[in-house]
């Protein structure tokens, strides 16, 4: 008798803009025509609920948080609720999509799309985090990806403690240099999977400063690969 083939489950957030819904649906789908059985499940907002989708599973599923940071749905919210998992579920559970090496190739791709290069100032825009231990994390990552480029990588919030995305792209706003040369305009990047809310006020402030604004991350087509291969991994 042939084993039951792993699921996979994407466990995203949730959102009331229902363009987030589609594009996780989309990722799932096409993680399924990749041969690895996939849906999604939500922590807010959004159905089917986690407790739910486990509910309607059995055996191994692997769960994947589609979340970029390790903030409190991360590290308290998914834990919490996939160790309520029913007992015939066997849960292994990956984490959180997080950041790192892996995402370089797709937001250079998201860079170059909209007319940027490795020379162009980005400001990383996140939705923020009281947690300080995620804003060391995005901190960190965008330190680590400005290695690997000339232009400055910055880390900008929509709201919460640190540098807000108004003052971020105020400080890169186009201006004329002693030499008469005008300055590049920087890159906008919501540092976000779906498009939103938080992607939409990127595109505003970016267009009112004069900056170039960013595709999220399921807008690359480089995205559903380094998400097939840490499912599978």
């Known amino acids: 008798m042939l084993e039951p083939m792993t699921h996979h489950l ?22 399924d025509e990749r041969g690895l059985p996939c849906s999604v499940a939500f922590l807010e907002h959004d159905t089917p609920t986690v407790p739910t989708a486990l509910d ?32 015939n579920v066997r849960v292994h559970d990956l984490g959180p999509l997080g950041t790192g090496q892996w995402l370089y190739e797709t937001l250079d791709w998201l860079v170059d799309d909209v007319g940027g290069s490795p020379d162009d100032p980005v400001i990383l825009a996140t939705a923020g985090s009281t947690r300080e231990e995620a804003r060391l994390a995005l901190a960190r990552f965008a330190a680590s990806w400005q290695q690997t480029r000339t232009g400055a990588v910055v880390v900008a919030a929509g709201t919460g403690p640190g540098l807000s995305l108004e003052d971020a792209a105020q400080r890169y706003t186009q201006r004329v240099v002693p030499s008469g040369v005008r300055t590049r305009p920087a890159v906008v990047l919501p540092l976000k999977i779906s498009p939103g809310i938080l992607a939409e006020r990127v595109a505003h402030v970016a267009d009112r400063h004069g900056l170039l604004s960013a595709g999220t991350l399921a807008e690359s087509p480089l995205f559903i690969d380094v998400l097939v291969q840490r499912l599978a991994g």
């Open 56 to 87: 309607e599973l059995s055996g191994d599923v692997r769960t994947l948080g589609m979340l970029l940071a390790p903030g409190y749905h991360a590290t308290v919210d998914v834990p919490r609720l996939l160790s309520s998992a029913p007992d």
């Open 10 to 31: 994407l466990i995203a957030h949730g959102s009331p803009d229902p363009r987030h819904r589609a594009v996780m649906g989309a990722l799932a789908s096409r993680v």
